[in-house]
């Protein structure tokens, strides 16, 4: 053997125990270590991939349930929307419909109105008539002195003022633009 | 080593560079067994202690394990799972069955290159009769799972190529040169990392060395030296560090190739 100890074969003492301790070694790491070391390991890798997959099922769920928020919310507004045209829409032909009732309300009162005073002032035109006539007679056999008679009267004035609102009817009734102008023309007459 | 370079001799100056290696053979313990030499040596010793670190760190680290790791499980599940996915299995998935063994092997002979790196202590793993055991070891190993995985026949005929031209003479041939390329492998195995960790010893102890010269009869070298000695001789020894974890890799690597080559051999 090499006395320097650098080429040292065979070196008997070395060479023994190496493969005593290494047997040893091998041994005691293969049935000892390495076990526990490869369960923990694994079991942690199992653990982790089950996080994974729970995380990805959880991620998944979440993402419907966001579409499925999504689509309600999409759903709502649109049903919303409806409503606000519908009511729109329905608050417009409510409008429209006050509104032509309320005109129809106002033509009726005008036409009313409008009668009555036609009415009114048939009315008094007789009255005023029938009074002319009275003073007319009155004045009138004042003046002469002697009692007409009266029924005689009453046909010569009745006459002669249909004469006179003949005459004016043939004469007036050409300007006349509304029915509303030719009744003050005529009151202002009267 | 008190005394100056111009007072040694050569044969002084070799005995303190290769110093290690001559007191590694110091016998603590007189054993014999069946006449064969068994003595308890200083590099048994060293042997001894780098075994038991070697267990002592995996061991510990495995009976601590813990749901949320420290940085030690760390290391020692970055061991492991290093010798599942990085040794186990590079050929085929029934290669990983081997990295227990590949993996003990690389941890072992890292403990051994680092704890040889220790002041005073012995580098086991620059004795050839170390290496050359543990690549042995490998060619057996990768014998026997030869023979086990493709049969004796199948894989002794599987040393020769098929289709070989003049079979008469190519196939006996052949034969020849693939077992001497075979029988290379733990003989290269075993040289590489001896020649590894010793060089690198002997480079370290030579540039220490050359600090002898300091304050010698040549004035020049004698300043220079101490600038030269002390950092070269760090910078290799931060270099042996990095070769410790290398060669540890290698010899770990190729023993698991060896094997499964041997497993898939019928394959290729």
């Given at each position: 053997?090499?006395?320097?100890?650098?080429?040292?074969?065979?070196?008997?003492?070395?060479?023994?125990?190496?493969?005593?301790?290494?047997?040893?070694?091998?041994?005691l790491l293969i049935r000892y270590v390495y076990p526990p070391i490869r369960d923990m390991i694994n079991n942690r890798q199992a653990r982790i991939e089950e996080a994974i997959d729970e995380a990805q099922k959880t991620r998944t769920e979440a993402k419907e349930l966001l579409d499925e928020y999504r689509r309600q919310l999409d759903e709502a507004r649109g049903e919303s929307r409806r409503i606000l045209d519908e009511s729109r829409k329905q608050a417009e032909a409510q409008r429209t419909r006050t509104k032509e009732e309320a005109r129809e309300e106002g033509d009726r009162i005008i036409q009313r109105a409008r009668e009555e005073i036609d009415r009114e002032r048939e009315s008094?035109?007789?009255?005023?008539?029938?009074?002319?006539?009275?003073?007319?007679?009155?004045?009138?056999?004042?003046?002469?002195?002697?009692?007409?008679?009266?029924?005689?009267?009453?046909?010569?004035?009745?006459?002669?003022?249909?004469?006179?609102?003949?005459?004016?009817?043939?004469?007036?009734?050409?300007?006349?633009?509304?029915?509303?102008?030719?009744?003050?023309?005529?009151?202002?007459?009267? | 080593?008190?005394?100056?370079?111009?007072?040694?001799?050569?044969?002084?100056?070799?005995?303190?560079?290769?110093?290690?290696?001559?007191?590694?053979?110091?016998?603590?313990?007189?054993?014999?067994?069946?006449?064969?030499?068994?003595?308890?040596?200083?590099?048994?010793?060293?042997?001894?202690?780098?075994?038991?670190?070697?267990?002592?760190?995996?061991?510990?680290?495995?009976?601590?394990?813990?749901?949320?790791?420290?940085?030690?499980?760390?290391?020692?599940?970055?061991?492991?799972?290093?010798?599942?996915?990085?040794?186990?299995?590079?050929?085929?998935?029934?290669?990983?069955?081997?990295?227990?063994?590949?993996?003990?092997?690389?941890?072992?002979?890292?403990?051994?290159?680092?704890?040889?790196?220790?002041?005073?202590?012995?580098?086991?793993?620059?004795?050839?009769?170390?290496?050359?055991?543990?690549?042995?070891?490998?060619?057996v190993l990768a014998q026997y799972q030869g023979i086990r995985s493709n049969g004796v026949g199948t894989y002794v005929a599987a040393f020769v190529p098929p289709n070989m031209p003049a079979k008469p003479i190519m196939v006996p041939f052949m034969f020849v040169i693939e077992w001497i390329s075979e029988l290379s492998k733990p003989l290269t195995l075993a040289m590489r990392l001896y020649a590894n960790i010793l060089a690198g010893h002997l480079l370290i102890f030579i540039f220490l060395s050359f600090i002898l010269y300091a304050g010698g009869t040549n004035t020049a070298i004698g300043l220079a030296m101490p600038f030269l000695s002390v950092p070269m001789g760090l910078a290799l020894y931060g270099f042996e560090v990095f070769v410790a974890v290398l060669q540890?890799?290698?010899?770990?690597?190729?023993?698991?190739?060896?094997?499964?080559?041997?497993?898939?051999?019928?394959?290729?």
């Open positions: 053997m090499d006395p320097t100890g650098i080429f040292d074969i065979p070196n008997t003492s070395l060479i023994f125990w190496e493969v005593v301790t290494f047997a040893i070694l091998l041994f008094t035109i007789r009255e005023i008539r029938g009074e002319v006539a009275d003073m007319v007679v009155t004045a009138s056999s004042r003046v002469i002195n002697q009692k007409l008679d009266r029924g005689e009267h009453d046909r010569l004035i009745q006459e002669s003022l249909d004469n006179l609102e003949a005459s004016q009817r043939n004469g007036g009734n050409g300007g006349n633009g509304g029915s509303r102008a030719g009744s003050e023309t005529e009151s202002g007459r009267v | 080593m008190s005394t100056m370079l111009a007072q040694m001799n050569s044969e002084e100056l070799r005995s303190e560079i290769i110093h290690t290696w001559e007191v590694g053979q110091d016998v603590y313990l007189e054993l014999s067994l069946f006449g064969i030499d068994i003595s308890i040596t200083k590099a048994v010793i060293f042997l001894w202690i780098g075994a038991a670190i070697t267990f002592l760190i995996m061991f510990v680290g495995s009976r601590m394990l813990k749901n949320r790791p420290g940085a030690y499980q760390v290391i020692v599940e970055e061991l492991y799972g290093f010798g599942r996915n990085s040794l186990g299995g590079l050929m085929g998935e029934e290669g990983k069955k081997w990295f227990p063994y590949t993996l003990t092997l690389f941890i072992f002979i890292l403990v051994l290159n680092l704890i040889g790196l220790v002041p005073n202590s012995f580098p086991v793993t620059s004795s050839i009769s170390f290496t050359l055991v543990l690549a042995l070891l490998t060619f540890a890799y290698i010899f770990a690597i190729l023993t698991q190739i060896y094997i499964e080559l041997s497993m898939y051999k019928a394959e290729h």
